[in-house]
């Protein structure tokens, strides 16, 4: 173990809802610390699930679904950067990191992004659409898939967050709040 004490902090929300600005804000919070990010979407599996949308019927690659990502890497990259003393800070932001439990076990602290279905949705499109993707597929599949997901296992997982944050507005005061928390626990033995 390194001599570096090393706090986690793990970001989840729905897509759309901020989960990716709101850590770059709280990096720059903490920009006198040594910072490590782990974004959950790059360990998605090669090959998905493939399931077939409760409502519709359609089958799709399901990239909404815990089974998506390979959550034993993430675990144990998590732990090992931990462990490791290699910074001060991991913030760990995904989708699913308040849903598994291997991750909730390695957190010293739990945030939810709250955003409302509407604006996340309108958030999805414009960033999709950027990419190039069309507005009858990437609704389609947010309909068929992603707001099922959402509600099957994103949603719940605001049980496990310590601390609520509003997607809407990024609050000053509480990037303010958790840089105190940092400051704090970093300086508890």
């Known amino acids: 173990m390194g001599d570096v004490k090393t706090i986690v902090i793990g970001i989840a929300g729905g897509t759309g809802s901020g ?16 910072i490590e990010l782990f974004h959950m979407d790059r360990y998605f599996k090669e090959r998905p699930p493939v399931t077939v949308a409760p409502f519709s019927g ?12 390979r959550m034993d890497d993430f675990c144990r990259d998590l732990e090992q950067a931990r462990n490791s003393g290699c ?21 010293d602290l739990g ?22 993707l069309d507005f009858e597929d990437i ?15 994103v949603e ?17 005061r509480a990037l303010k709040m958790l840089r105190l928390w940092v400051i704090d626990a970093l300086q508890r033995p």
């Open 58 to 69: 359609r089958e799709f690659e399901d990239h909404n679904h815990p089974d998506s990502f």
């Open 139 to 153: 609704s389609q599949f947010y309909l068929d898939s992603v707001r099922h997901r959402h509600n099957e296992f």
């Open 19 to 34: 989960k990716t600005t709101f850590t770059r804000h709280l990096q720059e919070t903490l920009a006198e610390y040594s």
């Open 156 to 172: 719940p997982s605001r049980w496990h967050a310590d601390i609520v944050v509003n997607g809407h507005t990024f609050s000053e």
């Open 87 to 107: 910074c001060q800070v991991i913030l760990a932001e995904g989708l699913m990191v308040l849903h598994a439990q291997c991750v909730r076990d390695l957190l």
């Open 111 to 132: 945030i939810f992004i709250d955003t409302m279905a509407d604006e996340r949705i309108v958030r999805r499109l414009r960033r999709n659409m950027e990419r190039g």
